[in-house]
């Protein structure tokens, strides 16, 4: 299987307690996020919102809508959100929050493997299809997250060719 990675930076001038809120209100990200189709609770998860399930259904450039469901593994208030994915994607993925003056600094970090058969097809432009999309996506949730908080982000995603598995 081929293992996809990816690292998206948003500079947001918004104090990280209201970028977090935003972004802990995973089930409204449909409401503002471009691509997202749906995001429901599967699993409640205990008060501190681990082992919380989230189905995610998101679609980008390409026709096809992808199904994630994303298990919290670990919360850090206001610094840190951690999953593990699981359906047409399998891996893990990073939310970090840290203040940058006035303003936030949010990353969100992949590292996937894609589980339908004709996703690790050995396509020579996997890679930039892969690219292509998750930038789209990532770019539509900075555009969308600089209007609802009403503030300025800057964004900038690095999508590493795929390592071999």
């Keep these: 299987m081929t293992q996809y990675r990816a690292l998206t930076e948003w500079r947001i001038d918004a104090p990280v307690d209201r970028v977090w809120d935003v972004l802990l209100l995973a089930r409204e990200?449909?409401?503002?996020?471009?691509?997202?189709r749906s995001v429901t609770q599967i699993e409640p998860g205990e008060e501190s919102g681990i082992g919380m399930v989230l189905r995610q259904r998101w679609r980008s450039l390409l026709p096809y809508t992808l199904t994630l469901d994303l298990e919290v593994t670990g919360i850090e208030r206001h610094r840190l959100l951690e999953g593990r994915a699981s359906g047409d994607m399998e891996g893990f993925c990073r939310w970090t929050f840290e203040a940058d003056g006035t303003g936030s600094v949010v990353r969100f970090f992949m590292a996937v493997e894609p589980t339908?058969?004709?996703?690790?097809?050995?396509?020579?432009?996997?890679?930039?299809?892969?690219a292509l999309n998750y930038g789209a996506?990532?770019?539509?949730?900075?555009?969308g997250l600089a209007r609802l908080l009403g503030a300025p982000v800057t964004a900038r995603t690095k999508v590493p060719a795929p390592a071999a598995g």
């Design 137 to 143: 996506i990532m770019r539509w949730g900075g555009q």
């Design 29 to 36: 990200w449909p409401t503002w996020w471009r691509g997202f």
């Design 116 to 130: 339908r058969a004709w996703m690790n097809l050995p396509l020579p432009f996997a890679r930039q299809v892969f």
